[in-house]
């Protein structure tokens, strides 16, 4: 073809500072690639803060036929008759017509061209015949139908004895041994997702990944004893329950003779386990749109599906690391999810809190900022608030008693949480102005349909405006992503607190 040339011929008169530059360094950890054929290396070089893949090593790992079109100023991917056409200048790529964004143009490094390695799950992905997907934190390129649950840890109580919760999600079979001096447990998967905390506490030294790559291994501290866990599933989350008594020691006195056995009784249980409920258990974070559905789109490319995708599975990292705090997202790929469906997911695991995360769109590109949204009740949904709380329907159970329960239509759930849901949306707004630029309306109150059938404080949160070209840009940067993350923390940490205080006597 007129103008195409392979991208392997040789590049004459690149100025030699160019190619030094090009050539990068290696990131801190390496990229690894998971597969049903099993794991391998994948060589990835940082270029001016991006990481960069070489064409050739796409080509190779993905059977993809690789041509650079020297006149047209493009790069073509093609699978199996399908393409992708990666511009050399600018920092996007054509999917079947339709634009994708990148965080950077590609590099070209002698005779290779490099390219972000966002380019898989956004532009290879969509052509494809299986799921490609980047978890960047963890280091991991999943390729295909593998299993690698996220495995998070904390110490529950410092003790002794030590009380710990290492939650594998989704759910997945696990094996516990006890061996000398630690606790391994083996989870049935492809791989593993590893969040855990850098130290321990009292009797357990640290959480680390164990020599096998679907092992963790919970190192104990020298004066610890006998250590049990105990696996068990909820909520597609499996959680194994880690208690470590302390070691008897030598010079302990001796245990005075047993007392005589008092007649039978009611058994009194642990007093641990009358301790309240902590007020925050669990979070559902809810990536606007997916699949399908886009959501807005700037004249640059960005698309909201997949910025509040990115930014939920950080905002979960955050609050998993920091507080402990369970966070479960509606959708944790790129899929179509029903309002009704995102609603079931936070009532079905019994959510303390819901937080929908959107990019806003306007008919003017002058129109930007971050805005926070929360529920008004029409006049029905005053009139079930008011009736929430009193409103109860008697049912027979067996033996011939009956049970009393509190009903409310699934679509006003929110109607006894409304003023909740103003104290939530209050200090988001709140907390998120110290971090990004909010819009002249930064709080409304307004009647979302994701909103109205959760059961449970609630916001959504406008992040910034895509038809806004400065907005676009930012809400592609990590910098704004970080700063949203850092404020919907912020603010929960608030919220924590508000919820707390109401629960005092």
């Known amino acids: 073809m007129r103008g195409t040339a392979s991208i392997f011929l040789p590049v004459l008169l690149i100025p030699l500072a160019t190619l030094l530059q090009a050539q990068g360094t290696p990131p801190p950890s390496p990229l690894t690639m998971v597969s049903r054929e099993g794991r391998r290396p994948v060589p990835t070089t940082i270029v001016g803060n991006q990481e ?43 999917v079947a ?78 094996t516990v041994t006890t061996e000398a001096g630690r606790v391994v447990l083996r989870v049935d998967a492809d791989a593993l997702d590893l969040n855990l905390p850098g130290d321990g506490a009292a009797l357990i030294d640290q959480f680390r990944a164990g020599e096998q ?47 005589p056995a008092p007649l039978p009784a009611a058994v009194a249980a642990p007093a641990f386990l009358f301790a309240p409920r902590p007020v925050l258990l669990t979070i559902v974070v809810d990536p606007g749109h997916g699949g399908d559905d886009i959501g807005a789109r700037g004249a640059g490319g ?24 369970r966070v479960i997202l509606t959708r944790d790929d790129d899929r179509r999810v029903s309002l009704d469906d995102r609603a079931a997911v936070a009532n079905n695991n019994k959510a303390d809190l819901f937080l929908s995360l959107h990019l806003n769109a306007a008919p003017v590109p002058d129109v930007a900022g971050a805005e926070v949204l929360y529920l008004r009740l029409d006049d029905e949904g005053e009139e079930a608030r008011r009736a929430a709380e009193t409103e109860s329907v008697s049912l027979p159970v067996l033996g011939g008693a009956r049970r009393t329960l509190d009903v409310l239509r699934w679509d006003l759930a929110q ?62 940067s990590d910098d704004f992503q970080a700063g949203v993350a850092q404020g919907i923390y912020n603010a929960v940490l608030r919220f924590r607190s508000y919820l707390e205080a109401q629960r005092q006597p």
């Open 97 to 174: 017509g339709r634009l994708v964004a990148l965080p950077s143009a590609p590099v070209r490094s002698g005779q290779r061209w490099l390219v972000p390695v966002e380019l898989l799950p956004r532009a290879l992905a969509p052509i494809y015949d299986a799921r490609i997907e980047l978890r960047r934190p963890s280091r991991l390129l999943l390729v295909g139908d593998v299993r690698v649950p996220r495995v998070t840890a904390r110490i529950d109580a410092p003790g002794p004895p030590t009380r710990a919760t290492v939650e594998i999600a989704p759910a997945a079979p696990v």
């Open 213 to 259: 790559p679907t092992a963790v291994a919970v190192v104990l501290d020298g004066r610890a004893g006998a250590a049990r866990a105990i696996p068990s599933e909820a909520g597609g989350v499996t959680r194994v329950a880690l208690e470590v008594a302390a070691a008897a020691t030598a010079d302990a006195a001796p245990a005075p003779p047993p007392a």
């Open 52 to 94: 960069l893949i070489a064409l050739d090593e796409v080509a190779a790992l993905f059977q993809v036929a690789v041509r650079e079109d020297t006149l047209a100023g493009g790069l073509t991917l093609t699978y199996r008759g399908r393409t992708v056409v990666v511009s050399t200048n600018q920092p996007m790529a054509s």
């Open 415 to 476: 109607a006894r949480h409304v003023d909740a849901s103003t104290v939530l949306a209050t200090v988001l707004e709140e907390e998120l102005r110290a971090q990004i630029t909010m819009s002249p309306r930064p709080r409304l109150q307004v009647p979302l349909r994701v909103l109205t059938g959760v059961n449970m404080p609630a916001a959504l949160i406008e992040m910034a405006y895509l038809t806004n070209p400065a907005d676009e840009r930012r809400a592609q």
């Open 302 to 325: 960005a698309e909201e599906k997949r910025i509040t995708l990115e930014l939920s599975r950080r905002l979960r990292m955050l609050i998993e690391t920091r507080l402990g705090i």
